[in-house]
């Protein structure tokens, strides 16, 4: 069970708003969090953030889950003093008319809301297809461009308004649970570990610009240079109306964080963690991903200097990129064990050189 302190720091972080590129409160968040239990955080120039634990160790082992979140950011205001927006990784144009915003300014944040011509009145056709984006803007009430631009500038992000919410006993709904649920995943990890007698170093990452190409991750595994890495991510969940399972898996929130099969998750690895669910009596599903490669933190983790022995574990997650994410208590908590007891159970001896099935 996660403490009363853990629930209230995935609140925050949840809560928080960094679009990919502008991740600072988020970052400060999650820094601020491991500052109370790892020997040493620092962030390097791209915004990651780094707690480690046992940082004297030979045996480097990385944990990587991206702090970033889709979003906007502002290119043009007109005369009326509406905000015009481009989008910040990968958006659900269905779901982005009726969105409350946030622009994040140097003065603060500045509320707003994404409009869109009314349904009664749109062009032939209209009533069926999604706006595109340019056709979509941002009102904050502003009454011209003078108004508008002493609160805000081109180039400012836009965030979704921070929503977190409880659904049920085990259901949590917010913006941006991909991948601040798997940042959370990391931090508890090395919460969990810190009252641990450790034989390797454990570096806990909050990576940014996931959504923009796996830039963060590429940064910092580079800099640590892990014998290890395990990534934490939102797959998605086809517990949903018309997903289908026989091309995307059979992956249902409360059943167990997704231990993935895909060519960046390194063989030997893979079999130490089923090993470990096995005996810790841990729940997980297997899924195999979504591409044969690529689309996380993994990919770029696996590739650093001479390669990496990697895991992706998966947290399932219902209606991904939408400003109303939903996961699942359960799968976090199990997620954090089976990736502490996994790290646990490993030895700096372990050969990770992929082997027979």
Known sequence: MLSKESLKFLEELLKSSGPSG????????????LGSFADRVFSDVMGNTIGVLNEDADFKIMLAGHYDEIGFQVVFISDEGYLYFRSVGGIDK??????????????????????K??????????????????????????????????L?????????????????TNKLMSKGMDDKIGAFIVAEVLRELSGKKLN????????????????????????????????????????????????????????????????????VLLRKIKETAKKKKIKIQEKVGFRASGGTDTAVIQLTRGGVATAL???PNRYMHTPVEICDIRDVEGAIKLISETILALKPTDSFIPDSF
């Open 22 to 33: 502008f991740e600072y409160k988020t970052a400060a968040i999650f820094r601020k969090y």
């Open 94 to 115: 269905y779901t982005v008319p009726g969105t409350e915003v946030e622009v994040l300014t140097e003065k603060g944040a500045v509320t707003g809301v994404i409009g």
């Open 117 to 150: 011509k009314p349904i009664h009145i749109a062009k032939e056709g209209g009533k069926e297809a999604a706006p595109e984006l340019k056709e979509m803007w941002i009102d904050i009430g502003a009454e011209n461009r003078k108004d508008a631009e002493k």
């Open 152 to 168: 805000v500038s081109v180039g400012d992000p836009v965030a979704v308004k921070g929503n977190f919410a409880r659904l049920g």
């Open 200 to 267: 390797c170093a454990v570096y806990a990452v909050g990576t940014v610009q996931e959504e923009l190409g796996l830039r963060g991750a590429t940064a910092s595994a580079f800099g640590i240079n892990p014998d290890v890495g395990f990534a934490v991510d939102v797959t998605f969940a086809s517990d949903v109306p018309d997903v289908d399972k026989k091309a995307y898996c059979d992956i249902r929130l409360g059943k167990g964080p997704a231990v993935c099969r895909n060519a960046d998750n390194n063989i």
């Open 313 to 315: 574990i998966s947290v």
